[in-house]
């Protein structure tokens, strides 16, 4: 990869309704490696959204000392601004997932690497950046039970209702999409675009 693509490229594009004044409307667009992405949500609307959820778990967990899971890399930024916002005692902890081969089975398994506290008996929330399909938070799941937590509960930053193959309960969604491919905000295109402060779309 040459040296240029890792470059994240700005410039405004004018959308505006020719001639109308004060109708101008300006989306930034960045590139990231071969692809164009615009602005789609602000980080203010991102972090009411995860305000709200906060708000939600400091009532519905109270006096159950939950542990927070967090599933890097995905989720690192979203769970930094979650933990500002929670207010009753609880801990954190990070994951990551690791592709799991299994001899007998093609299906895409995820091995949970690096929890390292006991969860037994715990209230778990587990905090993921984006349920898409719901594959990987099933999977995450049956692994989650195999610890014996008391309860689990599914955080996610963003979920696209549309794109859901899974039954799957979500207990807080920040925020919900479209099925668009989207960056920022901890959310990668090919590793790239996670510091982004807002969530951009692909165009
Ligand atoms: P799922 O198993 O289909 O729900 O996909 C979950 C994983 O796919 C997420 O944890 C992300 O790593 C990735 N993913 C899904 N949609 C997007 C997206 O729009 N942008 C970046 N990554 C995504
Ligand atoms: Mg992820």
Same mark, same amino acid.
């Given at each position: 990869?040459?040296?240029?693509?890792?470059?994240? +490229?700005? &410039?405004?594009?004018?959308?505006?309704?020719?001639?109308?004044?004060?109708?101008?409307?300006?989306?930034?667009?960045?590139?990231? &490696?071969? &692809?164009?992405?615009?602005?789609?949500?602000?980080?203010?609307?991102?972090?009411?959204?995860?305000?709200?959820?906060?708000?939600?778990?400091?009532?519905?967990?109270?006096?159950?000392?939950?542990?927070?899971?967090?599933?890097?890399?995905?989720?690192?930024?979203?769970?930094?601004?979650?933990?500002?916002?929670?207010?009753?005692?609880?801990?954190?902890?990070?994951?990551?997932?690791?592709?799991?081969?299994? +001899?007998?089975?093609?299906?895409?398994? &995820?091995?949970?690497?690096?929890?390292?506290?006991?969860?037994?008996?715990?209230?778990?929330?587990?905090?993921?950046?984006?349920?898409?399909?719901?594959? +990987?938070?099933?999977?995450?799941?049956?692994?989650?039970?195999?610890?014996?937590?008391?309860?689990?509960?599914?955080?996610?930053?963003?979920?696209?209702?549309?794109?859901?193959?899974?039954?799957?309960?979500?207990?807080?969604?920040?925020?919900?999409?479209?099925?668009?491919?989207?960056?920022?905000?901890?959310?990668?295109?090919?590793?790239?675009?996670?510091?982004?402060?807002?969530?951009?779309?692909?165009?």
């Amino acid at each position: 990869m040459g040296k240029k693509a890792l470059i994240l +490229t700005r &410039k405004s594009q004018n959308c505006s309704n020719f001639g109308l004044l004060n109708s101008t409307i300006v989306k930034e667009v960045i590139t990231i &490696k071969d &692809k164009a992405f615009e602005m789609f949500i602000e980080q203010e609307v991102i972090e009411q959204g995860i305000k709200r959820i906060a708000s939600q778990m400091n009532a519905d967990l109270v006096g159950k000392n939950p542990i927070f899971v967090a599933v890097l890399n995905g989720a690192f930024m979203f769970a930094g601004e979650l933990m500002k916002e929670v207010t009753i005692p609880s801990e954190i902890t990070f994951v990551r997932l690791a592709s799991y081969h299994g +001899t007998t089975t093609t299906n895409n398994v &995820k091995e949970v690497l690096g929890l390292n506290e006991s969860i037994e008996g715990r209230s778990v929330v587990i905090v993921e950046d984006i349920v898409d399909s719901g594959n +990987t938070m099933v999977s995450l799941l049956e692994q989650m039970k195999t610890h014996r937590p008391g309860d689990v509960r599914i955080a996610t930053l963003l979920f696209k209702p549309a794109a859901l193959r899974q039954k799957l309960h979500l207990d807080y969604v920040a925020l919900e999409i479209p099925n668009d491919f989207i960056v920022g905000y901890g959310l990668d295109y090919d590793g790239y675009g996670r510091n982004l402060k807002d969530i951009y779309k692909m165009k």
